[in-house]
């Protein structure tokens, strides 16, 4: 569920009523997503007479308020450069968000399409182009945040979690905490850089057929290697979810997709292998550190941090021929 804060009619219509985007017609809490609350919200459109639908999110939790113009602005800039991302709708005054009873809140466009379930390799490839798009556009955006979850902190929260309590998740666990001081070690710093979404997992992508309508959830964007959000797409797309069974097929689409807007340099080739554990380690250590974090009384499910201790074993096993394009 991801409605934590009831909205009343009159406070939506007050809220509506600083847009220009007509009357609300409707709101519908949206089940989906975990860290913020979201409403589907109609309107009549004003003037135009044709009826418009919007996102409505109120910032719970994990968002500094300070940052929100960097993910708000970044949006405007991409959908401008015609990346499939909504823009965010501005108040009357031109502001990008709101507050109401302190916290947050902004009105972003409402973008068509399903996140797909069991993705084709036709669908890998145009996630991959569309990825490749955002990085590209992003070169000119003028902000800049830090990745705050990168190696250090991958270290820092599973030595948090400990040993004995990443074992209570599972025995296979705490070795992580050993992959990670090494990866951090091995860790690239000279590959190219631009703005990155770094969680692009299927959810966070709307798509009608095989084309992507819809890029979302940027709250996690910074400025960090390029390569490294592949490496985040190709461990959370390509895998049955147990992280068991790896398809090599979506793999390959994926790259293809990229290297058809933008060709990966060998430099960043011969890192994918390292980037994709590092993608592993990221999610092992935000989900086990949830998983100790979220009472029993949550109504969020707990997402298992096996899932990508799984798929970093295959990558610790991989090569770089997992990300070189078949002879043609
Ligand atoms: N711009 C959008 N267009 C259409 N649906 C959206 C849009 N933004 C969010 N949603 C819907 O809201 C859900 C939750 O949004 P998300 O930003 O992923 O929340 P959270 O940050 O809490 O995970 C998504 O799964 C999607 O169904
Ligand atoms: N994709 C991450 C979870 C990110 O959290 P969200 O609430 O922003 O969707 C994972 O699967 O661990």
């Known amino acids: 569920m991801a409605v934590y804060t009831n909205l009343g009619a009159e406070a939506l219509s007050e809220l509506t009523s600083h847009y220009d985007v007509g009357r609300l017609v409707s709101a519908k809490g949206i089940a989906e997503g975990v860290s913020n609350s979201n409403w589907l919200i109609e309107t009549d459109g004003g003037e135009k007479r ?108 599973l030595a948090r979690c400990g040993e004995d309590r990443l074992a209570e998740i599972n025995p296979d666990l705490p070795r992580t905490l050993d992959v990670a001081r090494q990866v951090k070690e091995e860790w690239p710093t000279d590959l190219p850089r631009s703005v990155i979404h770094s969680d692009l997992f299927p959810d966070n992508v709307l798509m009608v057929g095989d084309r992507v309508s819809g890029l979302i959830d940027f ?85 298992d941090p096996m899932q990508f201790a799984r798929r970093l074993d295959f990558y610790e096993k991989a090569d770089n021929s997992l990300f070189t394009p078949p002879a043609a």
């Not at 300070?66 to 501005?90: K, M, N, Q, W």
């Not at 009873?101 to 890998?124: C, Y």
């Not at 390569?227 to 390959?252: M, P, Q, T």
Request: net charge negative; glycine share 6%.
């Open 50 to 157: 044709a009826r418009r639908q919007f996102i409505l999110t109120m910032y719970e939790r994990r968002i500094d308020i300070a940052e929100l113009p960097y993910f708000l602005d970044l949006l405007d800039h991409l959908a401008a450069a015609g990346s499939p991302v909504p823009r965010t709708i501005h108040d009357r005054t031109g502001a990008t968000h709101r507050a109401i009873d302190g916290k947050a809140v902004a009105l972003i466009e409402f973008l068509p399409g399903i996140s797909p379930d069991k993705p084709t390799k036709e669908q890998l490839f145009a996630v991959g182009e569309a990825l490749a798009g955002i990085h590209l556009a992003a070169q000119s955006f003028p902000g800049h945040r830090e990745n705050r979850l990168g190696p250090s902190e991958w270290v820092e929260t």
């Open 219 to 303: 709250y996690f964007a910074c400025n960090d290697m390029m390569a490294y959000d592949l490496a985040v797409i190709h461990a959370a797309w390509c895998f049955d979810e147990s992280g068991n069974v790896f398809n090599k097929e979506l793999g390959r689409a994926l790259v293809a997709g990229y290297d058809s807007r933008r060709a990966l340099s060998d430099e960043e080739r011969r890192a994918l292998p390292l980037l994709a554990k590092g993608a592993c380690l990221r999610f092992v250590a935000s989900r086990a550190f949830d998983w100790f974090d979220t009472g029993a009384e949550a109504m969020v499910t707990r997402k």
